[in-house]
């Protein structure tokens, strides 16, 4: 069965800082992978998004990814971080066929600091 | 453009009362899952629907059921509610249920539900 860690339950960053996050799976084949974005009363948001192709991903709000297979890794970055990307982020890995087969990591909690 | 809506955002139950958590999405999607978020536990599936008038099982069904009324609104009810069933609730949608088509889904804001 597929699976996600995110190891990180907390980070902490300065604003102006670079952030990663970090997301291991666990698939069998190769796996389908999102990064949500939750900010505080809201519901989540997709960042970005891995199928194929380019193993560097581009998403919104300036958020990049890198699906490393050899790793099982699905890094997410930001050169700076602003004090808006305060939120909590969830790594997701699906598997062929339906979406009800998405599952969700535990969620890594950023806190930005001026 | 609203995207997907649920009803209530906020509810306290007494444990033993019944209710219905409303979503309902004007994306003219597909499918449609519910979802409850708990702390360290990330999101689990509880019901989905792939399509109008189908309804499946996720990973957590036990103590709900689901009513996908049309194709716009996918209904979660909690019939004797019980502590344990204190959480956040999720509704999503997604135009297509095949994740390799590049479906993504979108969340309603979720409803903060706490059982006493």
């Known amino acids: 069965a597929q699976s996600v860690t995110q190891p990180d339950i907390h980070i902490t960053v300065s604003e102006g800082a670079s952030l990663e996050l970090r997301c291991n799976y666990s698939y069998g084949a190769t796996p389908y992978l999102f990064w949500y974005v939750q900010s505080p009363g809201q519901g989540l948001q997709l960042l970005l998004k891995y199928f194929s192709g380019d193993t560097l991903v581009q998403g919104i709000k300036g958020f990049e990814a890198e699906f490393k297979r050899s790793q099982s890794s699905f890094n997410l970055r930001k050169p700076s971080v602003h004090w808006s990307d305060a939120a909590e982020y969830f790594c997701?890995?699906?598997?062929?066929?339906?979406?009800?087969?998405?599952?969700f990591g535990t969620g890594t909690k950023l806190q930005v600091i001026p | 453009n609203a995207g997907v809506t649920q009803t209530p955002k906020f509810q306290v139950l007494k444990t033993g009362q019944s209710m219905t958590l409303q979503c309902a999405q004007d994306m003219n999607h597909n499918s449609m899952y519910w979802y409850r978020q708990d702390p360290g536990m990330g999101l689990r599936l509880i019901y989905y629907s792939a399509s109008e008038g189908t309804t499946d099982k996720g990973e957590v069904p036990n103590g709900y059921n689901v009513s996908r009324l049309n194709k716009r609104e996918f209904s979660l009810r909690l019939e004797s509610a019980a502590p344990s069933q204190t959480s956040v609730y999720f509704c999503?949608?997604?135009?297509?249920?095949?994740?390799?088509?590049?479906?993504?889904?979108?969340f309603g804001q979720g409803t903060r539900l706490t059982v006493v």
């Open positions: 999503a949608s997604s135009e297509r249920g095949m994740v390799g088509g590049g479906t993504e889904a979108f």
């Open positions: 997701a890995v699906g598997a062929s066929g339906g979406y009800q087969k998405v599952t």
